[in-house]
Each structure stands twice: as structure tokens, then as C-alpha cells.
């Protein structure tokens, strides 16, 4: 049956972003009742969002549904659990936005933000509170004097009691658990012995009504006696305190949502909602962590759920159609990129327009297709001869591609559109087209291809922000069902380290015996340089056995217990303060201390300098050494889109190139393909080309080895495709140090890394030659080409063994551009003797400039190469560039499958998406989607 879309539907309609590139995470697991998010924290501030949009912008035209932010008659209720992230009920500082269901409204032609706290709403489902505690013991090492005291110390609060002669260890500690429980307002006690045990319920909360739990567990404690004793230990974090693991939220988007200042929120007119997860708080330096949200039961009630797309009858004018009409002298020739169409046209003067005369059939809905950005401008609209609104394309800190409403407009009639610009001049206005949209519940069904598939791309939003599940059903729906080609990407599937970095920290210094009972205050102050925010200041009242290293450690424990900027740790007298924040962020964080002695003790705190120092940013790097290899979200995404696929009856093969983000180019780490004058070979993806080393080989082994077994725990036979494992095709190399980034001469082919060099004059007792070109001639050199040929040919081998270990019926194939390697210094040592119809089960033909160039003679000859190499027909694969609207890339597809080949790629599914190509596929190549 015809599939209809709904509203809030978790496998159809969320998205998943997160702090780049500290954090990794994705969507997972995901069907209409529930989803997982999960990935991997790198620093304390890091954050992952769940998100709605109003402005769809991933599926094809034919599935998208039209913008529709009416979520009034809406009532949402989820469950969910959340691991290492900060916990709903926390009462942290919100660094990040965690505690709130934030909305951005569209209202009388402005926008308005809200923020829901999400604690009013939610009901504890699994687990219960409990309350964290400690014990102290009471040590009395002599007879108790006429001044002596035992006390206990937490959170601005103190408690005394005052030991009288004869007081044993028992007395004095029931004494002062009764002044604790009788006088504090957040704290209960209780004695046994000579031991006090103090339980933490939160201000003037009972046992019964405390729901502090977990937040407990950042309070400390320190202990001190003035006389013959101590406390064992004499300080202490609390601990034990648990909350409910698992929450009941219901939101009624029709009257019960409030933002925090209990102002009603509107949900008819919503663009966009974000729930927020935040890295937990760490108790000192950040550690990198896995983590999960996990959502069930997830159901939406109500009215007003479905979501309508543009059905049959439905027509778009793309931008550079002839029956527009473009007026004013500031408009651009046609853009080329992933709009509608392939193209949009673009203007910053004031006045010009864009207007159509047209008669449809039958009432539609007008949209007009433009973009929305920090540079947009106002724009006016006319519709037949009327002046009917002025619409904000300004949209801070964001571009997107959008759809706005014009018109609800009769059938059968004519119709005029006039769309100006309406702003200043240094603003733009982007024209991408207008539709007349007839809206449809039911989605189309259209015939199924089982040779052609839609490349997938984990460095693209339409993997890596969408659930797997939703991807997998692109495919299937668009009748893509041939063996899908997943690329896991260069740019995000590693675990990360920060190579060189340094946390800036400062210490202070306390001197001195402390008077009590004077008014003798020490305290700190932070601030943040550059911020308008008042320092805050920590106090410390001085208590009768206080010395310096119980002064030290106060400090430390009231910071720890839940300051967001900064930690502490304190060694005797000495309170060393490290900034959260990585790098020299913290560098901005001003310290000072001073004492107030009315008594003039001679106490002193005094800080290091006014400043934290030493933050040092250090540089992201892909940890070669990190267990497993692929993060957490990759790891999770893959196995949920490997398992959708295998439902929908599709086989796939996952990818991965030499390229790595992240990758260290540094002599030392000893994986970057280099030339001769030992520059790293640095690409615009952006991104190192990894060499072929005994280091590289080893990460690249397990890599390969963790995403078989994901293939295979989804119920997939591991089917691995080498991406490009090769040498780097020129010499050249990316500068993205320029002030415009850009292809610089290299001045040699990237074949002079150490490993390489040294191995090559091992075997051969002689120093490489150096390749200035890719044009030089292989047969000056055999020893050379036949060599480096060998390195790559031993890699693959290497890795194909290091996978069958454990998975013995693995499969591979090697994708071979033959563009780039036409060259004949290219062709001798990028295809290795090693690669085979009896080692490999496939060879996959790539050639995006031949299809650039038009040129379907050398893209023709460049499918047959696989059986030139002996390859048979069911082992030879192509893929087709589609990135370029008005290239043959239909016609080379067609092609393909004429020369029999097992599968037809098209690369990719975002293009395809974006730039709405036509379906099905039919003969003559069109350049935008169209409706009949």
C-alpha cells in the first residue's frame, strides 16, 4: 500500500546534529516508536540534538513532504534513559541546553525562540530516588579540653559541636549527628558508635520528598577536630545517590506547553524544535566516553498529524526555465549546485524580480524555492497584480534550502507572480523555483531497478544526520534496490584525540593559621574576560579547626560540586584550578583571592597570576591506537542501516578510501603519503591521503576487520569495498592555509614517505627516483612502477587475510577511477598485479570527468576494462558521477547496464535528492524533476 508520511515519526522525520568535531553521534535503531542516539564525548561541553525541521530538505520531491509547522493539535509522549549524558532531572548550570525543548516559532513574519523545561513534564518510569551519603569516624586521641570542637563542613554549611570533659568518641559523634539533623537544611544524620552517617536530601526536603539522587553525588565533605582527634577520612565525596533511570515526558502541543518564564507557546506556526543531550559533568580532566539516549513508546495523539507532499497534477518551474521572466540588471547566470533542477540564480540589487504567467489545471498550492541565510533579504510578492506580503529570507546562523507558501490559487485560471527583491544591497535573494503544488496524502510507488542504487555517503547529511532506517527506505522506495555502495566516509567514523593539548590552570597559595570566630573570610573570584557577566565569588567563612589545607580543600569541594567553567584539586595548602573548557579557551578565565581579616590573622591566599594560563588547542587527530577503531556512532548507525537494508531485501557493500579528516600528517606518525620535499599530500575533501606503510596497514586492517563484523552481527555477508586505494593521481596538493584555499604545485608524485623510501632502496640498493609528473614514462622506470604497484597490491592482500581470519566468507571489491588514472605513470602503479578475478569478487569502474567531459566513448571503455582484466560479467561494477545535471549521466547509465554489469552505482543519493532527478529513470537525459 502507498505509504503515508506523519508528523514527528522518529524513522521519517528527525534528524540528529552534534558539536563538531569534538562530539560524534547518530540516530539509530529507530522505527515509529522509538529511536537511539548515541556516539561519543570529547570534551566536557560537547552536545548531540534531536531535531524537527519544517523545511525538509532530504528526500526526493517526489516524498517531501510541503512545510507544514502546525503542531498545535499535537499531544507527544516518549519514554527514554539517557547514559554519560547529564541527566533530565540535573541541577547543573544548562552550559548547554539540555534541560529544554526549544522552539523556534514563525509569527507575524518574525521569529520567536522558546525554551520548554522538560523536568515539569516528565514522570519517573524505572528507578527510584536515593538519597547519597557518607560516613565519618570520630578519632579522639586524648581527653577532651575546655576548647575543643568536632565539626562537619559542606556546601556553605557548618556544623560544630563542642566537646565537654569526658565526651568519648560515641557521645561526641550521637552529639553532633543530632545538632546536623536539627539544624541543617539539607542534610540528615545519624550515629552508630563512634561513626556519623550523613545523608544529603536537598533544602527542607524530607527522606520522603528528597529527589536530589544523583545531584547528591557532587556534594563533599571535610571534617575538623580542635583537640586530640581527627576525622577518618577527614574529607569525602558523597556518594550512592541514584535518581530514575528512565522518564515518562508528555508533551500536549496544544495548552500545556510553557517556556520558563510561563509564557504559553504557540505551536501552529513552528520552523524548527531541538531536544538537547549534553556530556555528563567529569570530576576532573575530560575523558573521552561513550554514550546512549535511548527513546521508547514514543507515540504522537491527535489531529493534524499527516503531512502532504506535492501529488500528481503538481508542477515546478525551475529557475532557468523560459517562461520566467527576470528583471533588473543584478541577476547571476545559473548557479550549478545540489537545488532544485541543478541550479539556482542569485541577486544582491534592490528591485529585481522574478516573475511567471502561467494557468494550471486545477487548484494548487504556490511555493516559491529560495534560500534562507544570515545574508538574506526581504523579498515582496505580487500575485495577480497584488501586493500581498513582504517575507524575511534572513535566517541567523543558518542556510537552508526552503519552500515558501505564496498563494492558494484556483485551477483553470491565469495566474501572475512577481517576487522583488525588498532589502538593502548587500543582501542576497536566492531563486531556485516555483511550484504549483496539488497536495496528496499518499505517497507514489514507483518500479523497482534490482541493478541501480543510490551511492550512500556517512560525510553527508543524508546519512549521517537521518536514521539509517530512513535512508534505507529511500532507497527502497525510489526503487533503488540493486547492491547498495556505502561509503563510511572520510571526515567522521574514527575516534579522535587532541594531539598537544593543554588545559590552562592556575593555583592558589594559602599561608597562615586562619582566625575563627573574627569574621575572617577568604574567598575567589572567577570571571570570564570578554563577558559582561559579573565575577562570581566563592566564599569561605573561617571554622574553628580550619588550617590552610582544610581551607585548600573546602574550595575544591565547593568548586567540584557543580561549577561548570573550572574543577579543583587541592594538595595540602596549595588549590590548583583547571579550566573545563579545552585549550586556550581557559586562558580567559580570571582568578583572584583575598582574605577579610578584621582581626588582621596574617592569613594570606594568593593567586598565581591573574589568569588561568597554559591552554594550549593542540590539534584533532584520529587515534590509530583507539578500541574499537570505528566510534560509537558509526558503529551503531552502520549496524541499524545494514540490518534496514537486509529487511528491504537489499545486499551492501560498505567503503572506505585513504582519506582520514583527521589523519596526523606528521613525520612521526608515519602514515601520510608525502612528496619528495616531505610535505604531506593534503586533499580538499578535506582530508590526509594515508600511505601504504606497515602503520597505516595496521589501522586500516582493523577498520576493515570491525565493520566486517558489524556487516555480519546485521545478518549482511561482509562485503568490503576498497574506495580508491591508491596513490594520490597528481602533483599537487590542498593549501588551506592560503587566503583562498587551493590546489598548489606539489613538485613530484606523493610517492617519498619514509617507509616507502627506505623500503625501495632495501630491495633495490638505490634511491627512488623521483616522478616530477604523472606523464613520465613507466617504462624508463619498471623497478619503480612495479614496486609501488606492489605496496598497494600487499596492503589489500594484507587486509583481506587480517579480515577472513574472523570471517572467512568476507567479499571484496576495489572501486578503480579510470579518469584520474589514465596517466600512464597512473596506470603502472595504481593497479597491482594482486587485483584479480580470482582475489577479488569484484572491480568497480569509476570515471566522473570522462562523464564531465561528455565523453561516453572513454566512459564506455572504461566499463569494459574489468573484462579486458579477466573480470567475468557478474564480477565488474560502475558507478556514475550524477553531481552535474546537464552531463550524460543517464546515458552512461544506461550504458552500464547494456554491458551487463552486477550493479549500476549512482553517486549519490543526496544529489539525486536535492537536485530532484526524475523517476523512473527513462532514455533522455532531463535536467529536473517534473510532475505529471
Given at each position: 500500500m502507498p505509504e503515508i508520511l506523519e508528523k514527528l515519526r522518529p524513522d521519517r522525520d528527525l534528524q540528529c546534529y552534534f558539536e563538531r568535531p569534538s562530539a560524534v553521534a547518530a540516530l539509530s535503531e529507530s522505527g515509529p516508536s522509538g529511536f537511539t542516539i548515541s556516539g561519543t564525548w570529547r570534551q566536557q561541553f560537547d552536545w548531540a540534538v534531536l531535531e524537527w525541521h519544517r523545511d525538509n530538505v532530504f528526500e526526493h520531491p517526489a516524498f517531501r513532504y510541503l512545510p507544514d509547522g502546525d503542531l498545535s493539535g499535537l499531544v507527544l509522549t516518549y519514554e527514554e534513559s539517557r547514559e554519560n549524558c547529564i541527566p533530565l532531572d540535573s541541577t547543573l548550570y544548562p552550559t548547554v541546553d539540555w534541560p529544554f525543548l526549544r522552539v523556534w516559532m514563525e509569527t507575524g513574519g518574525a521569529e520567536r525562540f522558546y525554551q520548554v523545561p522538560l523536568k515539569p513534564h516528565a514522570t519517573p518510569v524505572e528507578g527510584v530516588y536515593r538519597p547519597a551519603g557518607a560516613t565519618f569516624t570520630l578519632r579522639l586521641t586524648g581527653q577532651p579540653g575546655s576548647d575543643n570542637y568536632a565539626e562537619l563542613a559542606w556546601t556553605g554549611e557548618h556544623h560544630t559541636y563542642k566537646l565537654a570533659?569526658?565526651?568519648?568518641?560515641?557521645?561526641?559523634?550521637?552529639?553532633?549527628?543530632?545538632?546536623?539533623?536539627?539544624?541543617?537544611?539539607?542534610?540528615?544524620?545519624?550515629?552508630?558508635?563512634?561513626?556519623?552517617?550523613l545523608t544529603y536530601l536537598g533544602v527542607d526536603q524530607t527522606p520522603e520528598t528528597s529527589r536530589e539522587g544523583l545531584n547528591g553525588n557532587r556534594v563533599g565533605v571535610y571534617g575538623n577536630v580542635k583537640g586530640p582527634g581527627h576525622w577518618e577520612p577527614w574529607w569525602q565525596q558523597l556518594s550512592g545517590g541514584e535518581s530514575p533511570a528512565k522518564w515518562r515526558v508528555e508533551l500536549n502541543f496544544s495548552n500545556l506547553i510553557v517556556d520558563e518564564n510561563g509564557s504559553p507557546v504557540p505551536m501552529t506556526r513552528v520552523r524548527k524544535m531541538r531536544w538537547t543531550y549534553a556530556a555528563d559533568l567529569q570530576p576532573g580532566e575530560f575523558r573521552r566516553s561513550e554514550f546512549r539516549v535511548r527513546v521508547s513508546n514514543w507515540t504522537v495523539a491527535g489531529a493534524n498529524r499527516r503531512y502532504r507532499v506535492a501529488g500528481p497534477g503538481s508542477r515546478r518551474v525551475e529557475d532557468d526555465s523560459p517562461e520566467l521572466f527576470f528583471s533588473g540588471s543584478g541577476w547571476s547566470s545559473p548557479l550549478s549546485g545540489n537545488f532544485s533542477g541543478g541550479s539556482l540564480r542569485h541577486t544582491r540589487t534592490p528591485q529585481d524580480g522574478v516573475s511567471l504567467s502561467y494557468t494550471h489545471p486545477v487548484s494548487h498550492t504556490l511555493y516559491m524555492g529560495t534560500r534562507k541565510a544570515s545574508s538574506g533579504s526581504l523579498v515582496s510578492i505580487c500575485v495577480d497584480g497584488v501586493a500581498l506580503r513582504t517575507e524575511d529570507l534572513h535566517l541567523a546562523g543558518e542556510d537552508i534550502l526552503v519552500r515558501v507558501p505564496v498563494a492558494e490559487l484556483a485551477g483553470g485560471v491565469p495566474h501572475s507572480v512577481t517576487v522583488s527583491h525588498a532589502g538593502p544591497a548587500d543582501q542576497d535573494f536566492y531563486f531556485d523555483f516555483f511550484e504549483m503544488a496539488v497536495p496528496a496524502g499518499e505517497l507514489p510507488v514507483f518500479p523497482r531497478?534490482?541493478?541501480?542504487?543510490?551511492?550512500?555517503?556517512?560525510?553527508?547529511?543524508?546519512?549521517?544526520?537521518?536514521?539509517?532506517?530512513?535512508?534505507?527506505?529511500?532507497?527502497?522506495?525510489?526503487?533503488?534496490?540493486?547492491?547498495?555502495?556505502?561509503?563510511?566516509?572520510?571526515?567522521?567514523?574514527?575516534?579522535?584525540?587532541?594531539?598537544?593539548?593543554?588545559y590552562a590552570a592556575g593555583t592558589v597559595e594559602f599561608t597562615g593559621s586562619p582566625a575563627f570566630g573574627m569574621g575572617e573570610v577568604t574567598e575567589l573570584s572567577i570571571q570570564i574576560l570578554g563577558r559582561n557577566d559579573p565575577p562570581t565569588v566563592i566564599q569561605h567563612l573561617h571554622l574553628i579547626g580550619d588550617t590552610a589545607d582544610s581551607i585548600a580543600k573546602a574550595f575544591e569541594l565547593e568548586i567540584n560540586s557543580g561549577y561548570t567553567a573550572i574543577w579543583a584539586a587541592a594538595s595540602e595548602n596549595r588549590l590548583t584550578i583547571q579550566a573545563r573548557a579545552m585549550g586556550s579557551e581557559g586562558n580567559t578565565i580570571r582568578i583572584s583571592a583575598r582574605v577579610t581579616s578584621p582581626s588582621n590573622s596574617g592569613f594570606q591566599a594568593i593567586a598565581s597570576q591573574d589568569a588561568l594560563t597554559g591552554g594550549v588547542d593542540g590539534e584533532w587527530r584520529t587515534d590509530l591506537d583507539a578500541t574499537p577503531r570505528l566510534n560509537r556512532a558509526v558503529r551503531d548507525w552502520s549496524s541499524s542501516y545494514f540490518r534496514a537494508l537486509k529487511a528491504h531485501g537489499i545486499e551492501a557493500a560498505a567503503a572506505f578510501s585513504m582519506e582520514l579528516q583527521h589523519g596526523d600528517p606528521s613525520p612521526e606518525a608515519g602514515i601520510a603519503q608525502r612528496f619528495a620535499d616531505g610535505t604531506p599530500c593534503l586533499l580538499n575533501t578535506p582530508a590526509l591521503q594515508t600511505n601504504f606503510s606497515p602503520a597505516s596497514r595496521d589501522y586500516w586492517k582493523q577498520v576493515h576487520a570491525e565493520m566486517a563484523a558489524i556487516m555480519s552481527g546485521a545478518g549482511q555477508v561482509p562485503y568490503l569495498q576498497f574506495g580508491e586505494v591508491q596513490w594520490w593521481y597528481f602533483p599537487w596538493r590542498w593549501d588551506a592555509g592560503l587566503p583562498s584555499p587551493a590546489w598548489v604545485d606539489a613538485a613530484s608524485m606523493p610517492y617519498y614517505d619514509a617507509y616507502t623510501q627506505t623500503a625501495f632502496q632495501q630491495r633495490y640498493g638505490r634511491t627512488m627516483h623521483v616522478f616530477l609528473s604523472n606523464q613520465e614514462a613507466p617504462a624508463s622506470y619498471p623497478e619503480e612502477c612495479e614496486f609501488l604497484s606492489s605496496l598497494i597490491g600487499q596492503f589489500t592482500t594484507d587486509v583481506m587475510d587480517f579480515v577472513r581470519q574472523s570471517h572467512p566468507h568476507a567479499r571484496f571489491e576495489v572501486l578503480y577511477p579510470t579518469d584520474v588514472n589514465e596517466p600512464p605513470l597512473n596506470q603502472a602503479v595504481n593497479l597491482p598485479a594482486a587485483w584479480s578475478g580470482a582475489t577479488l569478487d569484484c572491480l568497480k569502474t569509476e570515471n566522473f570527468s570522462f562523464t564531465g567531459a561528455r565523453d561516453l566513448d572513454k566512459a564506455r571503455r572504461s566499463m569494459t576494462m574489468p573484462v579486458e582484466l579477466g573480470f567475468p560479467p557478474g564480477k565488474h561494477s560502475h558507478l556514475v558521477g550524477i553531481g552535474d545535471y546537464t552531463t550524460p549521466w543517464e546515458k552512461e547509465s544506461r550504458i552500464a547496464a547494456g554491458e551487463g554489469v552486477e550493479s549500476i552505482v549512482l553517486f549519490a543519493i543526496d544529489q539525486f535528492c536535492l537536485i530532484g532527478y526524475r523517476l523512473p529513470l527513462k532514455p533522455g537525459a532531463r535536467r529536473s524533476w517534473r510532475k505529471a
Open positions: 570533659p569526658g565526651d568519648s568518641e560515641e557521645t561526641a559523634a550521637q552529639a553532633l549527628a543530632s545538632i546536623i539533623t536539627a539544624n541543617s537544611r539539607t542534610m540528615m544524620a545519624s550515629s552508630e558508635g563512634n561513626r556519623i552517617t531497478d534490482a541493478r541501480t542504487t543510490l551511492a550512500t555517503d556517512w560525510d553527508t547529511d543524508h546519512s549521517i544526520v537521518l536514521a539509517p532506517e530512513r535512508t534505507a527506505w529511500f532507497l527502497d522506495s525510489l526503487g533503488f534496490t540493486g547492491r547498495a555502495n556505502h561509503y563510511a566516509g572520510a571526515l567522521w567514523f574514527y575516534e579522535l584525540m587532541r594531539a598537544g593539548h593543554r
